[in-house]
């Protein structure tokens, strides 16, 4: 049965949450960051979560990220089941099926944009020089092909963003997810990131963001909205979104 | 695969330290000095000890060497009258020691007499020792040119003696001295050999034999010199009479040395009414000694380690630091997927490869002191291998022991609370 479940997940579902609630204890009161949440993401499909501050946006996404394991109820992540997971397992979970992107970034100061970009691979224990043309190839994707030998503190924010991206991208992961990726970044930044997004997406990449503001979410395929650790809609963009993308011309119609 | 990773691991590490140079500078300034103060405390206690048990082994281990000695006298009694002192080892001691002592392999005597040699114009003080063949298998000096005693010498009474090669070089300078004859004394005596004497200048107390040593036969010291000396001192003049003023004995096995000496011991004092002689064991003296080195040791350790110590901690300090300063990167390295594992080998290559590094400019240091403590003070030293190698060792712990802690503080942080750090 679970074999069956974990093959039709490989296929079509990345992602299946089954009731899940994440509490947490203040003092001799309960929060509930989430509150019975069902959820399941198609692969490919390309997520905006939004909703007021505190309603368990990035509890949502830390978990997704097996960072965090569900107080109750089931996460499936490729058909495996992470609440019975070790610490190991999990890490070893997001090495290969997970790549994360900051709101600040978070490239380490004292690695070169190759090397910050070759990371996953070298706790996958890849060959060097295998690692090496993956990141060149990488960057060259997210324009960044003559920065390699920079440090992050030399670049622009907008470019240090596509570093970050790149280095989510370099073990080739399941699902990409985005904490306010833009929210760093002036507008017009925000939405060159967006592009690049949006065109990984198009190359069939799932990929799931936190947003609050709604230009943002409006790139994405499915607006998911929370209120009080619960899912209060989820919208689906049939049409193309907003104007800004539009004039870009590279939303995804 | 791990190795390769160990590798950049290491690159990290110190690419990392790199980005902080005076801090690690400081750092592993503890261990630089700690390190260097055990090698070179070491290499000095050793060229100490060295030295002393050498003097010792010279000696040898297997001797057990009895001089007579002036008892202790109730002093006093008639300092204008010309006494008689009889006092000493006897030539029947000499007998009953190589007679009735199973383990005893050969007993040398030596009588000690101050005479002026002269050949020429050229006089030098002499202490002549009048002893037997034995005493050149015993007493191993190198022969630098004729020969040494031989037993037909003592058979024929022989007029001869084996001088230093200090006496021959001052008695003898320029000319052949095999076959010279020197007026020592009042008789004269034709040089058959030259050894050479290992003995220092001020040293009788390590070694039996002076540089101003000439060795004649014993039976012919007995017949041209007699018992008796005069001694003249302010005034006053005091006579003694002593048979022979030293015995070496060689014993056949070390094991045997300890208990052939207190045999001896008792034997002699069932002869003799008073205690005139003193009876040292090289052996003995070689124990002491080593157990002497062994307390300096533990106390050289103690200081090391307690120095050790202190660089140690001041490494932790640092890693410590280190870790709340790195608490975002930590997160985005396990975000990332880097195993609680890899985290803390991380951390704990930075500070073994800071500790190590300390260690090794602390050997060039330890071993750069002695050196220059040889140079300038003339006094030995020597670094011994073992206590590079135990530098080396002792580094490497004290990054693994004092890395540790900060390592799993930084592998046990909640990824999530990591990434919010600012
Ligand atoms: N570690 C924690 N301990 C206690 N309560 C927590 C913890 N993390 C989150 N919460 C609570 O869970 C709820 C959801 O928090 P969460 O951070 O997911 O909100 P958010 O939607 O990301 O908000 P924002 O838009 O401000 O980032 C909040 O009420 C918060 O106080
Ligand atoms: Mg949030």
């Known amino acids: ?166 280095r989510a991208l370099s073990n080739e992961p399941s699902v990409l997810l985005a904490d306010e990726p833009t929210g760093n970044l002036d507008t017009a930044t925000g939405d060159a990131i967006m592009g690049l997004l949006t065109e990984l997406h198009n190359q069939g990449r799932t990929i799931i963001m936190v947003t ?42 | 695969m791990l190795n390769t990773r160990f590798i950049r691991n290491v690159r990290l590490g110190i690419k990392t330290l790199m980005l902080h140079k005076m801090r690690s500078i400081l750092t592993m300034m503890g261990m630089v000095f700690g390190v260097g103060a055990v090698i070179a405390m070491l290499a000095v206690g050793e060229g100490a000890s060295k030295e002393a048990l050498d003097q010792i082994r010279r000696l040898g281990s297997q001797n057990i060497i009895i001089t007579s000695q002036k008892p202790a006298q109730g002093s006093g009694s008639g300092s204008m009258r010309i006494r008689l002192n009889i006092y000493g080892l006897l030539y029947d001691d000499l007998d009953r020691i190589t007679q009735s002592f199973k383990h005893v392999e050969r007993a040398v005597p030596a009588k000690l007499i101050r005479g002026t040699g002269r050949v020429g114009g050229r006089a030098l003080e002499l202490r002549l020792v009048g002893t037997t063949p034995n005493w050149f298998e015993l007493v191993d000096r190198e022969r630098i040119a004729g020969r040494v005693m031989v037993p037909r010498d003592m058979e024929t009474n022989a007029n001869i003696v084996v001088l230093t090669e200090h006496g021959a070089r001052k008695l003898l300078a320029g000319q052949d001295p095999i076959g010279t004859k020197v007026k020592i004394n009042q008789g004269y005596f034709e040089v058959v050999g030259i050894i050479k004497s290992e003995s220092t200048d001020s040293g009788s107390m390590q070694t039996p034999d002076e540089k101003i040593d000439a060795y004649i036969p014993l039976n012919v010291a007995i017949e041209r010199f007699g018992d008796i000396t005069t001694i003249r001192g302010q005034g006053s003049r005091s006579r003694e009479k002593v048979e022979l003023h030293q015995l070496i004995v060689q014993v056949d096995s070390i094991e045997h040395v300890e208990a052939t000496a207190a045999g001896i011991e008792r034997m002699l004092m069932t002869f003799r009414p008073k205690k005139d002689y003193k009876i040292s064991v090289p052996l003995a003296l070689l124990r002491q000694a080593e157990a002497t080195q062994r307390t300096f040791n533990i106390v050289l350790g103690s200081i090391a380690g307690i120095s050790l110590l202190i660089g140690g901690i001041g490494i932790m300090n640092i890693m410590l630091a280190s870790v709340t300063e790195r608490t975002r990167e930590i997160g985005i390295r396990r975000a990332i997927g880097a195993r609680r594992k890899q985290i803390i080998g991380q951390f704990l290559i930075e500070t073994i490869v800071l500790s190590v590094t300390g260690g090794f400019i602390g050997i060039g240091i330890g071993v750069l002191i002695p050196w220059l403590i040889t140079m300038f003070a003339d006094m030995p030293t020597i670094v011994t291998l073992w206590s590079v190698l135990l530098s080396v060792v002792i580094s490497i712990g004290v990054g693994m022991i004092f890395g540790m802690y900060p390592a799993m503080r930084a592998a046990n942080l909640d990824p999530i609370v990591a990434l919010r750090h600012e």
């Not at chain 1, 001799?28 to 905006?48: C, P």
Request: charged residues 20%.
């Open chain 1, 1 to 166: 049965m679970i074999e069956v479940k974990g093959n039709m997940a490989k296929n079509d579902q990345v992602i299946e949450l089954h009731e899940v609630w994440k509490t947490y204890r203040m003092g001799d009161q309960d929060v509930h960051a989430l509150a019975g949440i069902d959820l399941e993401i198609k692969r490919g499909s390309f997520w905006a979560i939004s909703g007021a501050s505190g309603s368990g946006k990035s509890t949502m996404l830390n978990l997704l990220g097996c960072l965090d394991r569900p107080t109750s109820g089931s996460y499936a992540l490729e058909g495996q089941r992470i609440s019975s997971m070790s610490d190991d397992e999990l890490s070893d979970l997001r090495l290969k099926h997970l790549g994360f992107v900051f709101q600040s970034f978070n490239l380490i100061p004292q690695l070169t944009v190759q090397e910050n970009i070759e990371l996953p691979l070298f706790y996958q224990g890849i060959d060097a020089h295998i690692a090496a043309d993956r990141a060149r190839t990488i960057a060259n994707r997210v324009g960044l092909g003559d920065r390699l030998k920079h440090r992050p503190t030399e670049l622009s924010g907008g470019q240090q963003q596509r570093v970050a991206i790149a």
């Open chain 1, 212 to 253: 609050h503001e709604p230009e943002i979410a409006a790139y994405a395929q499915f607006q998911l909205t929370m209120r009080d650790g619960k899912i209060a809609s989820i919208i689906e963009n049939h049409t193309c979104p907003s104007g800004i993308a539009s004039l870009k011309n590279d939303a995804p119609c």
